[in-house]
């Protein structure tokens, strides 16, 4: 554990709407600098914990102090410091560029605005798009826009929910080379996503499901404490295969990537011996294989009820 305070400590946030709990005792630590990766199921309470880090909703218990100030009874002392990105693009669509980022500079009390804008688009790749009208951007440039909104008042933490929802793949890496930056200048960044290829891109992940933590860590810890032995098997029809091997003892999961199946368990002696007549037959091409995150995240998810 490092010896610098961290950015975000909380133990034990609940919170619940009309008796449904949302977050259920939740618990999490965020080091400066870090980049934390927040993942879980639509409804699985990830937008309400944001949204209690940065004072928009009051939790019903626990305690927490995000950025040296406690979450209950200094939150206006912590909003200026943070920034805020929500799912969906929320500037001016009739506002150009510079005029929604001086608009955002006036609501956070900007000093210089006109400095702090002008640097803001350089330092963002703005420059061209400078008197486009917001609506008119391409969903990346819309995604790069937000983050710049964001860091106008240079906070030291950014709470992302889900940023690179629905942006293309390009736009989803120049994102990620955007918070790799940050965070080299200490910005400390909360991330949630469902890509899980962004998830592997973070330094520490935690993953929810219906308001409880299930795991926590690094991408490799939580795929190495999740036990599961997944074997790979490549060739024709593997459809028709997935039917048959789904059913077998042992097997907890198939997943297909193109003609190649993931076949998974925990019980890696059970699986063996179910998978071995399959394997002894000359018709596909069979080899044990590292787990990935997805497989695991779906394995906790097996028996979750919402």
């Known amino acids: 554990m490092s010896d610098v305070a961290p950015v975000i400590a909380?133990?034990?946030?609940?919170?619940?709407?009309a008796g449904k709990v949302v977050v259920n005792n939740l618990s999490l630590r965020v080091e400066p600098g870090e980049i934390y990766g927040f993942l879980g199921p639509n409804g699985s309470g990830k937008t309400t914990f944001i949204r209690m880090l940065c004072g928009l909703l009051r939790p019903d218990s626990g305690s927490g102090v995000c950025l040296g100030h406690d979450l209950l009874t200094e939150s206006d002392q912590i909003k200026p410091q943070i920034g805020y990105m929500a799912q969906r693009f929320s500037l001016y669509e009739d506002l150009s560029v510079r005029e929604n980022l001086d608009f955002m500079a006036q609501i956070y009390g900007v000093?210089?605005?006109r400095q702090a804008v002008d640097a803001t688009i350089e330092r963002m790749a703005l420059t061209p798009f400078t008197h486009q009208l917001a609506g008119t951007l391409s969903g990346g440039w819309k995604q790069?826009?937000?983050?710049?909104?964001?860091l106008l008042h240079q906070p030291k933490l950014l709470l992302l929910d889900e940023p690179t929802a629905g942006v293309d793949p390009k736009a989803r890496r120049d994102f990620w080379d955007d918070v790799y930056r940050l965070a080299a200048e200490g910005i400390s960044a909360l991330i949630s996503t469902h890509y899980m290829d962004e998830a592997e891109r973070c330094h520490r992940l935690a993953y929810l499901a219906y308001g409880d933590l299930l795991v926590s860590g690094t991408a490799e810890e939580i795929v190495a404490d999740a036990g599961l032995t997944t074997w790979s098997v490549t060739g024709q029809r593997t459809h028709e295969l997935a039917v048959?091997?789904?059913r077998l003892p042992g097997v907890e999961q198939v997943v297909p990537f193109g003609n190649t199946l993931h076949v998974s368990g925990h019980d890696a002696q059970q699986l063996a011996a179910s998978l071995r007549p399959f394997q002894e037959k000359n018709d596909y091409r069979w080899e044990q294989t590292a787990t990935n995150l997805e497989e695991v995240f779906i394995s906790l998810m097996q028996g979750r009820e919402a």
């Open 10 to 17: 909380v133990e034990g946030l609940t919170k619940s709407f």
């Open 111 to 113: 000093k210089d605005r």
């Open 244 to 246: 048959q091997l789904d």
């Open 144 to 150: 790069r826009l937000a983050l710049s909104a964001c």
